[in-house]
């Protein structure tokens, strides 16, 4: 059985919060998908058409470009005669004949002057005349006619026909001028009292003109058939298809806008592809990943992740953002792999990037484009130690991603070499996956948040935390000399077997420098850290000592959490006695006290017993280490003998009997301690003596 995959009992609970979990998850990517096709188009005019062969799903009309609606506008415009009302202007003719009539009488005026005069004015308001608000106004709009009524007759004049008050003024002065009279003599009536405007804009008449105009103007011209075919891929978008094209993408903007309902089976549809692929990722977890249900931050992050970049690809898609290309997909797989291991990566990978690419129109490409750059993202970061390898592994993603679309490209007869094709090459999805090979660099800081968020311990952390010049290790090495030496064999020693079994090296050998940390409280009282022949437990009875030595645990526990050491490194601090005896006192108690009932809880280390393989490796690889001071000699046998003997005891005390550690791991285990043990103590083989009597 995999040691990911142990068996255990799962709860109804536990089955009602997965249930809820992937239905929520299922909601809430349904819910984001777009559910229109125009939506993932990208279209350039003079670029080759990047997408498959486009054929009209039906009838729809060509729409107008912008600059011929503007054209037609503008001709509409130039035939607009906007409304005027002619009024009488009896009142100021009326008070013109009342101010000068008297005048002629008494001989002030010539009758002559006054008839010319009175005819002009009555001339003038005939014609009309316009306020200098109004003039301003048609002439800015460049209106050439206007259309003037009066009761039930209207007519049309030219706007430069119209009098405003300064050419009415002018107008009347030059009849005056015809007969040879006085100006002078004119200027003393002061005409400008008698001429004031009366043609007054009519809005309503105006404004219903306009529309009327507006109105016999189409936004289309020309029609599409269904079936027809549009487009084919890599062929150039001329200016004729991109209008068909942007038609078809107005159309569709029109037809779901007048829609009351949802379009029912695009949805039943993306429902049951976005069900069947979480599906199948949890069944992936409970046929070979148990061990990640029941861990609340792992199935976390794995969420997390997982619904993350369908959200942004569908809010790219919608809002046409730029190209999907330029998100770092090759995050996730980055991530899964360092947190947990390289196949739950790749199968998480490609489950993501599947519900992805349901947003697409056309996903091929980018389904075999992000598969691949996953998959390389997994080969490099097989190990992650230092910064470095993010920055290669970015570039080899880029690299890859780049030759493997260029490949797809080559394929699809897109490029061919020898003529001028790579003119019409769309470099865009090209520089988007160079951004997005960038963007891969933000995986570090993003993986120091994720640390922190779900409580996760990378491989990069390990690493600075095993550095041995850190404070809590440097302390150790100067308060407990003898216990910093035990740990640092104890490390190599577990590291080695770890890697021969397949599991995580870094981790334990991180884990065995801090299991023992707790001996800084009472250094002398440890047998490694001992001088000159004193052991200070001879002054206490076994019960007392038992206690000091089991406090270890609990104290490295409290240092550990104060120094802020991650929970997986505080684990090995108290698994790696799990709940065994500290045998030495209990059976000298035993001993001294045949009579008394030994309790044997006051000799019990409070545990738990190891529950992942790298907990047991610890465990078997402490006790062989500080056993194996105490042999009297070295031999092959003697380090042998001594390294059964310890694990076997352990598995007969049942210690093993929580983590997924198998007997061929633990047989494989043993052979690496003989190996290195015997390499540590320089043991070598007897040589036989010579026998003098047969010589």
Not at 200 to 207: A, N
Not at 263 to 279: D, E, K, S
Not at 406 to 421: R, T
């Amino acid at each position: 059985m995999s040691r990911y995959n142990r068996e255990r009992k799962i709860t109804v609970r536990e089955h009602l919060l997965q249930a809820v979990v992937l239905i929520f998850s299922i909601v809430l990517l349904v819910w984001n998908l777009p559910r229109t096709d125009n939506t993932s188009f990208h279209i350039e005019m003079g670029r080759p058409w990047p997408y498959g062969q486009f054929i009209a799903p039906y009838d729809f009309s060509i729409f107008k470009t912008e600059e011929q609606m503007s054209l037609e506008m503008d001709s509409v415009h130039r035939l607009y005669e906007p409304y005027f009302e002619l009024l009488p202007g009896t009142s100021a003719i009326t008070k013109f004949r009342e101010d000068q009539l008297p005048k002629v009488g008494a001989g002030d005026m010539p009758m002559n002057l006054y008839g010319r005069l009175l005819a002009a004015v009555e001339s003038v308001y005939k014609r009309g005349i316009l306020s200098v608000h109004d003039q301003k106004q048609l002439t800015n709009d460049s209106i050439r006619f206007v259309r003037i009524y009066y009761g039930m007759e209207a007519y049309t004049l030219p706007v430069d026909e119209l009098f405003t008050e300064k050419t009415a003024y002018e107008y009347v002065f030059s009849q005056v001028d015809s007969i040879g009279l006085s100006r002078s003599r004119v200027k003393q009536i002061n005409l400008n009292t008698y001429l004031t405007p009366n043609l007054r804009y009519d809005s309503k008449k105006s404004d219903a003109e306009m529309e009327d105009l507006e109105a016999s103007i189409t936004d289309r011209h020309g029609m599409v058939q269904a079936g027809q075919n549009v487009i084919g891929r890599g062929d150039i978008v001329d200016e004729e298809t991109y209008n068909i094209l942007r038609s078809y993408e107005l159309e569709n903007k029109s037809r779901n806008k007048d829609r009351n309902v949802q379009n029912h089976p695009r949805l039943i549809g993306q429902t049951i592809y976005v069900a069947m692929i979480l599906l199948s990722l949890t069944v992936y977890f409970i046929l070979f990943r148990l061990d990640y249900m029941g861990s609340i931050r792992t199935m976390s992050l794995l969420l997390t992740l997982c619904l993350s970049f369908p959200l942004i690809t569908c809010f790219m898609v919608r809002h046409s953002l730029l190209s999907v290309y330029i998100i770092p997909y090759s995050m996730l797989p980055i991530f899964v792999r360092v947190f947990m291991d390289s196949r739950t990566a790749f199968i998480t990978h490609a489950a993501t990037i599947m519900l992805c690419a349901v947003a697409l129109k056309y996903p091929f490409e980018f389904i075999t484009t992000q598969c691949v750059a996953g998959l390389i993202s997994i080969y490099t970061l097989r190990e992650l130690s230092e910064r470095s390898q993010i920055i290669k592994t970015a570039f080899m993603v880029t690299a890859a991603s780049l030759l493997f679309y260029l490949s797809l490209e080559l394929i699809n007869g897109k490029l061919v070499f020898g003529d001028n094709s790579m003119n019409t090459v769309d470099y865009n999805i090209y520089r988007h996956i160079l951004v997005s090979g960038l963007l891969l660099l933000f995986s570090y800081p993003l993986m120091y948040a994720l640390e922190r968020v779900f409580g996760f311990t990378s491989n990069v952390t390990l690493v600075e935390l095993s550095n041995i010049n850190s404070d809590l290790l440097r302390r150790l090495s100067e308060v407990a000399p003898g216990t910093f030496q035990h740990s640092m064999q104890v490390s190599n020693l577990a590291a080695e077997a770890a890697r021969r079994i397949g599991a995580k090296s870094q981790l334990v050998r991180t884990g065995a420098l801090y299991h023992d940390i707790g001996k800084m409280y009472n250094p002398p009282f440890f047998t490694e850290n001992q001088t000159g022949g004193v052991n200070p437990h001879e002054q206490l009875d076994e019960a007392e000592s038992a206690r000091i030595i089991i406090r270890h645990v609990t104290e490295g526990l409290s240092m550990a959490e104060r120094n802020r050491l991650p929970e997986q490194i505080r684990e090995f601090i108290s698994t790696h006695h799990g709940r065994g005896l500290v045998k030495y006192f209990y059976i000298s108690a035993k001993n001294k006290y045949p009579n008394k009932e030994i309790s044997e809880d006051d000799f019990r280390y409070p545990g738990p017993n190891p529950h992942t393989t790298e907990q047991a490796i610890l465990m078997m690889a402490d006790a062989v280490e500080a056993s194996s001071r105490s042999l009297k000699e070295y031999t092959e046998e003697s380090i042998g003998n001594l390294v059964d003997k310890i694990i076997n005891g352990q598995m007969e005390d049942g210690f093993f009997s929580e983590c997924p550690i198998t007997f061929l791991d633990i047989q494989t285990v043993k052979e690496v301690f003989k190996e290195k043990l015997k390499i540590i103590y320089h043991t070598r083989i007897q040589y036989p003596e010579l026998n003098e009597e047969k010589a």
